[in-house]
């Protein structure tokens, strides 16, 4: 069973900066897709980034510009740096992977970022 572990959420002041981790207990290069959704309180969860394995990203309009993922296959780790945090980025952030048919998700990590 894939295992993906989110670590790096925290409480920070709006303009800073976060980096999130998300460590898979499988190669990043075995997944179709990697990214990452985040749920804010009472919403529906939506996408963040996305990182293909055959290359380029996605991002959702909401963080275009203020927002990296990126992947390191040799530690099996991804990552998505937040600089210019806003108050609406507050949220519980979650690791997905795509592997043909099977979803994988992390557990989260809260991000809350304060005025």
């Known amino acids: 069973q894939v295992q993906l572990v989110e670590s790096g959420g925290g409480l920070v002041q709006s303009g800073a900066s976060l980096r999130l981790s998300c460590a898979a207990s499988e190669s990043t290069f075995t997944f179709n897709l990697m990214g990452w959704y985040r749920q804010a309180p009472g919403k529906q969860r939506v996408m963040v980034a996305l990182?293909?394995?055959?290359?380029?990203?996605a991002y959702a309009d909401s963080v275009k510009g203020r927002f990296t993922i990126s992947s390191d296959n040799a530690k099996s780790t991804m990552y998505l740096q937040m600089n210019s945090l806003k108050r609406e980025d507050t949220a519980v952030y979650y690791c997905y992977a795509l592997r043909v048919l099977d979803r994988y998700w992390g557990q989260g990590t809260q991000v809350t970022v304060s005025t």
């Open positions: 990182i293909p394995s055959g290359g380029g990203t």
